[in-house]
């Protein structure tokens, strides 16, 4: 299953905003997540990312990385924390002693907590999802290009050659599946068709760069700055972005809804987890709500 994402026009509040604003909010969504701890505010971050999806139109695409990416995000957080973490004091499996990793003790709170940061992977990744289909890519760019001019050629040739490499991936394949003694199997085949994409890029990228040499690119200054006000959309989202990065940094500063797993896991619920979790997907989608302006 394919689960590349590509940006298509949409009558959205999220997309009739600048790009740079639409960047900033997804974003913040992804730092708020990061900041937080409880999982019932990490709950309504992800109820706030799919709604925010849902009304741009991108709810198809994240439920499309959601099933490719969450079990196995999930399962490996939880095994690698479980088998990488000494803290926790309820152990409910001992493995006994390996020389490379010590005494190999399984905590329910090593497993918890990996759990929290596939939780936490999955919204980002989400939140991702959300950009790259709601925010025009070459808006984003020709913004980048006036703080760094040679950012934009360097982030247009690489999403351009993202496709080009899947392609040649898929076309590789197919060619070992017509070899007469039959198409090789297992790693070792995976193996050649890595060698030979990353062997193709190479030589792509020397091709594209004398391309560009010869054209002259790398030698002009910063683009002149276009005359745009700010619109109605910008401002909201701008401010949605801010309250719910204030919140989260608030959140995390005073201590309200706080979650400790180590060294005893103590699973508590209490009212300023409940308000957080019930503003921030009020924040996130309280954009959306006005959409004067947008063709239906």
């Not at 360097?154 to 999403?159: C, M």
């Not at 068709?193 to 200054?221: F, K, M, N, P």
């Amino acid at each position: 299953m394919s689960i590349l994402i590509f940006y298509r026009r949409r009558a959205s509040s999220l997309h009739a905003a600048r790009a740079s604003v639409g960047a900033l909010y997804g974003v913040a969504l992804a730092a708020a997540t990061l900041i937080v701890q409880h999982p019932v505010v990490l709950a309504g971050l992800l109820a706030g990312a799919l709604g925010a999806g849902w009304a741009c139109g991108a709810i198809r695409q994240m439920g499309r990385v959601m099933r490719t990416l969450a079990p196995s995000m999930l399962v490996l957080s939880v095994l690698v924390n479980v088998l990488v973490s000494r803290g926790g004091l309820t152990v409910f499996a001992r493995l006994g002693y390996f020389a490379p990793l010590g005494q190999l003790n399984l905590t329910v709170e090593a497993a918890a907590y990996g759990l929290l940061v596939g939780v936490r992977l999955l919204i980002v990744a989400l939140a991702a999802v959300l950009v790259s289909s709601a925010v025009d890519p070459d808006e984003l760019l020709r913004t980048a290009r006036r703080l760094y001019p040679g950012s934009a050629l360097a982030a247009t040739v690489a999403t351009r050659l993202v496709p080009v490499l899947a392609r040649d991936a898929e076309r590789l394949a197919e060619a070992q599946r017509c070899r007469p003694d039959g198409p090789p199997r297992g790693t070792r085949a995976r193996l050649g068709i890595l060698r030979a994409v990353i062997a193709g890029s190479l030589d792509r990228s020397l091709d594209v760069a004398a391309t560009l040499e010869v054209r002259g690119y790398g030698s002009g200054g910063r683009p002149a700055r276009a005359a745009r006000p700010a619109s109605r959309h910008d401002i909201h989202f701008a401010l949605a972005a801010l309250a719910t990065l204030a919140v989260a940094i608030a959140t995390r500063a005073s201590g309200v809804a706080r979650f400790d797993i180590y060294p005893l896991l103590h699973p508590t619920l209490d009212a300023g987890a409940l308000l957080t979790a019930l503003a921030v997907p009020v924040l996130a989608l309280a954009p959306f709500l006005y959409r004067r302006g947008i063709e239906p």
